[in-house]
């Protein structure tokens, strides 16, 4: 039996990529998708799906989160600006209703590796920044992949409440990059993260389906548990 999807922001571009990816993956099918000018509560009472895979606005995760598991619905957020205190309200929610959920601030295996390996020379080397570039359409600055590397990277450090510095570029020409610099005497630690296409995603995104098909109640953050279990 195939699980049912909901896929909300679907005429975005990340929205337009998971149409074509899941159309490759039977076990998933597309009940609805949302775009902005749909209601997500009455869609979502019409079609019944079993998850809601969420690539909206920034900002949106939250309330979007919040209405899917209101409706029975297993969230799955990609769409950025989920702060930890969205995703605590969101678990409370979560487990009230029995449900599991996934926020998930980048789907690609190399960033989840290049955050493994940061918390990694965090250890050795403490002195950190971070630098991402992005391409000039993308509203949220910061990125969300940058304020959860420099979240990981603070509790690393025991300074949950410092802030790591971040550096953000937006400019015509760039897709997706980040780079995490560690600064020692006499050198430079760098390591740097470039996106070239949305197919970057598409693993992440089937693990983290997949994993939301058999996880515990409650949300979790990353893709980690997802990719380690596939
Ligand atoms: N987690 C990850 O790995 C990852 C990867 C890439 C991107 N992202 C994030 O995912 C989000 C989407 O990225 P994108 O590049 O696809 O952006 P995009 O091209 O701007 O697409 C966003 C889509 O969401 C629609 N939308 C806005 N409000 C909505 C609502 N209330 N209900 C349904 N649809 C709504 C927009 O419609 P209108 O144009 O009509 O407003 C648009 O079609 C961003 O937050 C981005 O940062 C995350």
């Given at each position: 039996m195939s699980t049912g999807v909901a896929l909300i922001g679907s005429e975005g571009r990340m929205?337009?990529?998971?149409d074509q990816l899941l159309a490759r993956h039977p076990e998933f099918q597309i009940?609805?998708?949302v775009t902005s000018d749909q209601d997500l509560v009455s869609e979502l009472e019409r079609t019944r799906p079993d998850v809601g895979l969420d690539f909206t606005r920034a900002g949106l995760g939250r309330d979007h989160g919040a209405i899917l598991l209101r409706a029975g619905v297993r969230p799955l957020i990609g769409t950025s600006g989920m702060r930890p205190e969205d995703d605590q309200f969101l678990h409370e929610l979560a487990l009230e209703r029995?449900?599991?959920g996934l926020v998930v601030p980048n789907f690609s295996l190399g960033i989840w590796l290049q955050q493994k390996l940061a918390l990694l020379a965090v250890q050795h080397l403490e002195q950190v920044e971070i630098q991402e570039e992005h391409h000039i359409d993308k509203i949220d600055s910061p990125s969300g992949t940058a304020l959860d590397t420099a979240l990981q990277l603070g509790e690393a450090l025991g300074r949950p409440g410092e802030e790591v510095p971040i550096h953000s570029v937006r400019l015509p020409g760039l897709h997706s990059n980040q780079t995490v610099l560690f600064g020692g005497p006499g050198q430079i630690l760098r390591l740097t993260h470039e996106t070239y296409g949305l197919e970057a995603f598409g693993p992440g995104i089937?693990?983290?389906?997949?994993?939301l098909a058999q996880a515990p109640p409650g949300i979790q953050r990353g893709i980690g548990h997802a990719l380690e279990n596939r």
């Open positions: 929205g337009r990529y998971c009940v609805c998708r029995e449900l599991a089937l693990a983290g389906l997949h994993f």
